[in-house]
């Protein structure tokens, strides 16, 4: 036996499992070679391998298999806007609006509202009563006009005044692009302020605000009761509408009766309109009547034209975040009196 020491080399090596440390035998080097592994795919990869999978399957079952995840999708978004969405208004309208904020109007029960007719454009509220001092349309240029909007704001102040827990509300939009971004609700509180509130300054002044964004009476009068709840905490026990004389039945009748709101908690107080324009005042009335006979909440036709042309500068209205408890009245659009129930039902 050669008991020669034979070169390391000749000596046979041993076998090694692919698993150690990735690598195995070659027998034709003879020494251990790496084995390659096969690369991972990127998510891109994966996508697309997927895709492509997907487009060998048959027709049927792709058109299914879509159909079925769509409705899916659909429920589940439907479900959390159920269980989260209503929610997340509604707290963040008594959180940040009520509760964090603490509001002087929080013990007033009444509300007073003024619906405005025109935009006060003068520099200067010294002659309010002079039809050069508003924007007019032609079917207000009548003489004594603007007379008769003074004697809105007054009737309001002075209805303010007598109910010791109300909100006076003057209420109306930027409703006329070439009087500019100046509202018909703040052309009232200006003209108010430059009377001294008539009188009435140390009672009503400082309940008084505003509601900028109604375009129609309908408006007027459901944006206000919005206004009452965002400034409030609650809804008002009581309303009275201060408009033109000819105008009660829409208020008194048609709107209070559109939003079903009890008519022994509801008043009117009608001012007069200027002389010369009476007889062709009443004669609108009616057609206006008309309309929202059929159209009770102006959602239609020639009433939602009318609010789209009293939007000149695309205002974004805030309601129903204020008042999420009737939000419904502000997607509703039927001929039927809204049916769901509301703060005021008894």
């Known amino acids: 036996m050669d008991t020669q020491r034979r070169p390391s080399f000749l ?6 499992n692919s698993q150690d440390g990735g690598r195995d035998f070659d027998i034709e080097v003879g020494y251990p070679r790496r084995i390659r592994r096969r690369k991972s795919l990127t998510g891109l990869q994966r996508m697309a391998y997927i895709v492509r999978r997907y487009q060998k399957l048959p027709a049927p079952f792709v058109v299914c298999a879509s159909l079925s995840a769509s409705a899916l999708l659909f429920v589940l978004v439907f479900m959390y806007n159920e269980a989260f969405g209503t929610k997340f208004v509604k707290t963040r309208t008594t959180s940040q609006i009520f509760t964090d904020h603490v509001s002087p ?3 007033l029960d009444s509300l007073v509202m003024v619906a405005g007719h025109a935009i006060y454009t003068s ?3 010294d002659k309010p009563e002079g039809e050069e001092s508003w924007f007019l349309e032609p079917y207000q240029k009548h003489p004594g006009q ?3 909007f003074v004697e809105h704001i007054k009737a309001g102040v002075e209805v303010a005044d007598k109910i010791d827990n109300s909100l006076l509300l003057f209420s109306g ?3 006329r692009k070439d009087a500019g971004p100046r509202s018909e609700a703040q052309s009232y509180w200006s003209v108010a302020e430059s009377k001294g509130w008539f009188g009435k300054e140390s009672s009503v002044r400082g309940r008084t605000l505003t509601e900028e964004y109604a375009r129609d009476s309908f408006e007027n009068l459901l944006f206000s009761i919005c206004r009452f709840r965002e400034l409030t905490g609650q809804y008002p026990a009581n309303i009275t509408v201060v408009s033109y004389d000819f105008k009660k039945q829409r208020f008194s009748d048609m709107h209070r009766r559109a939003l079903r709101f009890p ?3 509801f008043s009117f107080v009608g001012v007069p309109t200027s002389p ?3 007889v062709a005042a009443i004669q609108g009335e009616l057609k206006v009547q008309e309309m929202f006979e059929r159209d009770p909440y102006g959602c239609r036709g020639d009433l939602r034209s009318k609010r789209m042309n009293r939007d000149p500068f695309l205002r974004t209205v805030p309601y129903p975040v204020g008042c999420p408890e009737i939000r ?3 997607g509703y659009c039927g001929s039927d009196a809204y049916s769901a129930n509301l703060p005021w039902d008894h």
């Open 146 to 148: 603007a007379s008769s």
């Open 11 to 16: 000596w046979p090596l041993p076998m090694q």
């Open 328 to 330: 419904g009245l502000f």
């Open 105 to 107: 109007y929080k013990n």
């Open 123 to 125: 520099s200067k509220c």
């Open 173 to 175: 939009g930027e409703t």
């Open 276 to 278: 010369t324009s009476q």
């Open 263 to 265: 008519a022994s908690q």
